[in-house]
């Protein structure tokens, strides 16, 4: 069974770009989140897709930052315009209904982010 | 609001030692659960063990182990007989009252051959 995988591994970007994550979950896994971990801080969360829906995004930071989950399998995550704080790795996690696997979300390898 | 804190950025231990890894939170949720990830160097985070909040027992995984002090607010992990390939960021996170995962700052776990 493959994994989460996520594309590109590593991105640079210069201020005021656009840029834009890929996260392919586990096939079958309706849940997908995003988090994000700035240097020396903790991994934040940012939003939780179920299928196609957004149920849970209030750890989005602000409206630079568009999430989407079309047919309900892979999401990405687009930053428009890129600022410098947005530098950091941006984790994808799935999992299936939680209320039947206690919250086990599988990590993607993570996108490292920079903004110049 | 739900916090998780690991007191600890940097732990070291010998080969074949035992090691234990810090970690308090907060949350007024009576329903939560409580996870040790594991992030080798340049690979995926995993999951090292799982604790439900309900459960008294203590969660074992091998040669992993946690200590839940639930009234403390604790949850520490402890590794016997430390491998090479142990060597990681470990983060301690907390699930309750949703989905979302909240996380810790990580420990970073040396082992010295």
């Known amino acids: 069974e493959a994994g989460v995988t996520q594309f590109p591994s590593h991105s640079v970007i210069e201020k005021g770009q656009t840029v834009t994550l890929r996260c392919d979950p586990i096939?079958?896994?309706?849940?997908l989140y995003w988090y994000r971990r700035v240097m020396g801080k903790e991994i934040k969360f940012l939003l939780h897709?179920?299928?196609?829906?957004?149920?849970?995004e209030s750890g989005m930071p602000n409206n630079r930052f568009l999430a989407e989950r079309t047919g309900g399998t892979y999401s990405t995550l687009k930053v428009q315009p890129a600022e410098l704080e947005d530098s950091g790795v941006y984790f994808c996690?799935?999992?299936?209904?939680?209320?039947?696997?206690?919250?086990?979300?599988?990590f993607g390898p993570g996108t490292r982010l920079t903004v110049t | 609001a739900q916090t998780v804190t690991q007191s600890q950025p940097e732990m070291s231990v010998q080969e074949a030692e035992t090691v234990t890894l810090s970690c308090t939170y907060d949350t007024s949720e009576s329903d939560y659960y409580l996870f040790w990830y594991k992030q080798p160097p340049s690979r995926q985070m995993i999951l090292v063990i799982r604790q439900e909040a309900y459960k008294q027992q203590n969660a074992t995984e091998n040669r992993f182990s946690v200590n839940f002090q639930k009234a403390a607010k604790s949850f520490s992990l402890k590794i016997s007989d430390s491998q090479l390939g142990d060597a990681a960021m470990y983060f301690c996170?907390?699930?309750?009252?949703?989905?979302?995962?909240?996380f810790g700052k990580g420990t970073k776990l040396t082992v010295n051959p």
């Open positions: 897709f179920v299928k196609e829906s957004k149920q849970d």
């Open positions: 096939s079958g896994h309706d849940n």
């Open positions: 996170a907390l699930a309750g009252g949703s989905e979302k995962l909240v």
């Open positions: 996690a799935s999992s299936q209904d939680f209320r039947l696997f206690a919250y086990e979300q599988y």
